[in-house]
């Protein structure tokens, strides 16, 4: 599928990301034949607390032996954790060709190529048929996108009947200016953050129905404390999320912490059903 480039690509774009990450992990004294998820899980989950939110979502959706879509895949880890831990089919679809390069070849170091599937193309105009997955998944997605009838139009349109919606979401509180640079936009003209009340009404014109909608703001803000202290006390994990966010790394992270801990912006999660 042609993105033509998009602003939204070239922000995500590092170039020579699966060379670095394995670079970075043979420093590191992995052996690049037997590269497990484990040895992945600091970089491969781009979204606040990364593999342990991911996790406590599944058990909470139950998401056992499921046909999975995720929205806005990144490097591919949360469909690695739920296609190795909860027996899923999964498969994921980006923006940023990059992301799906390294994904698919991260999931063949794995040996987890053959449940995970990887597509480039675009959340707005998903290349799948109706019906076609018992749920879908996104993390950290919407707040690129402007476009969100269009986003959650065609995540209902690709969901089976009495299929699930499961988010993980950055949002505004009452549209407060927000700090730049974070890890999803360098400045505003990339942010598209919506409030909660917001996000509920888009999905509800899309037809779908909440079963849980929680507040994840709190469990954010205690895992940038954590990552903060081991970051002073042991520096930065070789293979780390800052992989992925450039130079100005340490800037993108404490403004994210700092628009959470100020009000600005809060963390979600939810359970949609589609009606």
Not at 106 to 116: E, K
Not at 254 to 267: Q, S
Request: hydrophobic content about 40%.
């Amino acid at each position: 599928m042609n993105t033509n480039n998009s602003p939204v690509e070239t922000h995500y774009t590092t170039g020579n990301l699966f060379e670095t990450i394995l670079q970075v992990l043979e420093r590191s004294g992995v052996d690049k034949d037997h590269v497990t998820r484990a040895d992945l899980a600091a970089v491969d989950e781009f979204h606040v607390r990364g593999q342990e939110v991911s996790r406590e979502l599944a058990y909470a959706a139950a998401l056992q032996h499921t046909k999975v879509l995720d929205v806005g895949c990144g490097l591919g880890g949360a469909c690695r954790m739920l296609a190795d831990e909860f027996g899923c089919d999964v498969t994921g679809i980006d923006l940023t060709q990059e992301y799906i390069r390294t994904a698919i070849q991260l999931s063949q170091l794995t040996g987890l190529q053959h449940r995970t599937h990887f597509v480039y193309g675009s959340a707005t105009q998903l290349p799948f048929d109706d019906n076609s997955f018992d749920v879908v998944w996104t993390q950290h997605v919407q707040m690129n996108i402007e476009n969100k009838s269009a986003l959650y139009a065609e995540i209902k349109r690709v969901m089976a009947a009495n299929g699930n919606f499961v988010y993980y979401d950055v949002l505004s509180n009452d549209h407060a200016p927000v700090h730049f640079p974070v890890p999803w936009a360098s400045d505003a003209s990339l942010s598209f953050l919506i409030t909660s009340q917001e996000l509920q009404q888009f999905l509800h014109n899309a037809g779908l129905r909440p079963i849980t909608i929680k507040d994840e703001t709190e469990s954010g803000i205690r895992f940038f404390k954590k990552l903060f202290n081991r970051i002073e006390e042991k520096g930065l994990p070789p293979a780390g999320a800052h992989l992925l966010m450039g130079d100005n790394a340490a800037d993108k992270l404490k403004n994210f912490y700092g628009n959470l801990t100020e009000g600005t912006i809060k963390l979600e999660s939810g359970i949609f059903f589609k009606e």
